[in-house]
Structure formats: C-alpha cells, structure tokens
T-cell receptor, first 114, second 118 residues
Framework: EAGVVQSPRYKIIEKKQPVAFWCNPISGHNTLYWYRQNLGQGPELLIRYENEEAVDDSQLPKDRFSAERLKGVDSTLKIQPAELGDSAVYLC????????????FGPGTRLTVL | AQSVTQLDSQVPVFEEAPVELRCNYSSSVSVYLFWYVQYPNQGLQLLLKYLSGSTLVKGINGFEAEFNKSQTSFHLRKPSVHISDTAEYFCAVSENKAGGTSYGKLTFGQGTILTVHP
C-alpha cells in the first residue's frame, strides 16, 4: 500500500513569490493534517481536515496561507506571498480518523525562501 | 493546552549500549502519548503509543516506553542499539478528551537526535 505522497520534495523561491504544496493521503483516510517543521523543532499543526471540512485551522496564518481539500482526498497548501520566515519543511499526514488513530506522515516538502 | 519537553537535544551512544530518551509533558487533561522516529529525508514513523492500560508499552524495532503519570513522563528505552537506530526521535501528546477542535491534534517536543557510533 502506498504511503502519503507529497510533491514537490524541495522548493526554492524568492520572497514575495507564491508557492504550493500537494498531498495525496493514504487511500481511505478521511483525516488529513498539514504540519510545519522549523529547523531543529518538532512539527506544529497548521490545519486538520475531516473529509472536505477544515475542522481546526487555528494555527494557520490566514493572511498568507490557504489550504483546500477538494473531494475529500488530495489537498493543496498555498503560501502567497512567501516570507523568509516561511522556510521550513511542510509535512502532510493522514489517518482513518478518531483521536487515537495513528497519523501517517509523508516525506515532506522542504521550502527555502531566499 | 499541552506541551512536551524532550530533555536531551542530542544523545550519542556506542553500538550495543542501552539508551534512554527522556520526555516530559504538561497538560490540564488526560493525554495519549506517542514516540515517532524520523530518518534523514523521510517522514515521521510511529514507534509506539500509549492510550490506556499497561504503562509499559512495546513498539517496533525493540523500543519500549513507560508512562509515569505522577512524574508526567514517557521515556523511551532500548536495551541494545544498532547503527541503524541513528535518527531523530520525537515525543508527542494529544488530548484524551472527546470533542473540541484539538481532537486528534498532536503536540510534539523539539526532538532528540540519537547518534549510534560503532
């Protein structure tokens, strides 16, 4: 069974440019998460989806970040415009659902903003 | 709100030696506890989790952890490490509380880099 797929794996952009990350969760997983991992830190949740609904986006900087999960499967996270401080690894995870369910993580997208 | 503190940022050990990676947490409600491992350029992989029941939890690759409620700790141990255990390890918690927007939300520690030397 395929794991969580993310693309691109690496992205280098200049500040003020837009950027988008794509995530394909494990088949049948209703819950999808986006995390940001700064260098030397643990991941921090940005947004959680239950099917198509964003049920927790309290940590998403809404002035420049947006996310969508059309049809309750794939998801896209966008930053516009990017700032230097957005340099980080963006991780996508999925789970079947339920608060005890294991979250399976993708390999992440490493973003560098110059 | 909950928080996680991993007491050691780096732990160097020799192959076949025992190791303990320390994790303390803070929360106003009951929690579930997790240990994840992250190999270079890979996503996080679950090692083990504590939900309820026995406080000693066994995971993959020979790792185990013990939940200590009075000390709010969840330390990870392995009796004999291998070179292949070299990775970064993350302790995480989530609230054991039905409903609410924090349902299923993992709060991670800062990570401990385990380096196993030959």
């Amino acid at each position: 069974e395929a794991g969580v797929v993310q693309s691109p794996r690496y992205k280098i952009i200049e500040k003020k440019q837009p950027v988008a990350f794509w995530c394909n969760p494990i088949s049948g997983h209703n819950t999808l998460y986006w995390y940001r991992q700064n260098l030397g830190q643990g991941p921090e949740l940005l947004i959680r989806y239950e099917n198509e609904e964003a049920v927790d986006d309290s940590q998403l900087p809404k002035d420049r970040f947006s996310a969508e999960r059309l049809k309750g499967v794939d998801s896209t996270l966008k930053i516009q415009p990017a700032e230097l401080g957005d340099s980080a690894v963006y991780l996508c995870a999925s789970s079947l659902g339920g608060r005890t369910d294991t979250q399976y993580f993708g390999p992440g997208t490493r973003l560098t903003v110059l | 709100a909950q928080s996680v503190t991993q007491l050691d940022s780096q732990v160097p050990v020799f192959e076949e030696a025992p190791v303990e990676l320390r994790c303390n947490y803070s929360s106003s409600v009951s929690v579930y506890l997790f240990w994840y491992v992250q190999y270079p350029n890979q996503g996080l992989q679950l090692l083990l989790k504590y939900l309820s029941g026995s406080t000693l939890v066994k995971g993959i690759n020979g790792f185990e952890a013990e939940f200590n409620k009075s000390q709010t700790s969840f330390h990870l141990r392995k009796p004999s490490v291998h070179i292949s255990d070299t990775a970064e390890y993350f302790c995480a918690v989530s609230e054991n509380k039905a409903g609410g927007t924090s349902y299923g939300k993992l709060t991670f520690g800062q990570g401990t880099i385990l380096t196993v030397h030959p």
